[in-house]
């Protein structure tokens, strides 16, 4: 096929790809930073009933919170940011590459 049939590709401006890669990172770091607070929740409820049954003493479920879901979604958030910025370089690099 000659190259003057084929479409002509379209470059993207700079400023789009950084705003679109931007909003994705962003998003994917809202989305697992979300889940992490849910499962880590979760976990922390589970948690802090089987601690009530063992002990027999009544339980302080601010400590769910307090102690599990907010480091567990600090931790997960994190690993997902970098993960996010990693996984966008490497697409980036590999579009400019070709």
Do not use: W
């Not at 607070?37 to 003493?57: E, H, N, S």
């Amino acid at each position: 096929m000659h190259s003057t049939a084929m479409a002509p590709s379209k470059q993207r401006s700079t400023v789009s790809v950084v705003f679109t890669a931007t909003v994705r990172v962003l998003f994917t770091t809202l989305l697992f930073t979300a889940a992490g607070m849910g499962a880590g929740l979760f976990c922390g409820i589970v948690g802090t009933v089987i601690y009530g049954i063992i002990r027999g003493a009544q339980v302080d479920m601010t400590n769910a919170y307090k102690h599990v879901a907010i480091p567990a979604a600090i931790v997960i958030g994190s690993a997902a940011l970098v993960g996010a910025l990693v996984l966008e370089v490497r697409a980036h690099r590999q579009r400019t590459s070709l």
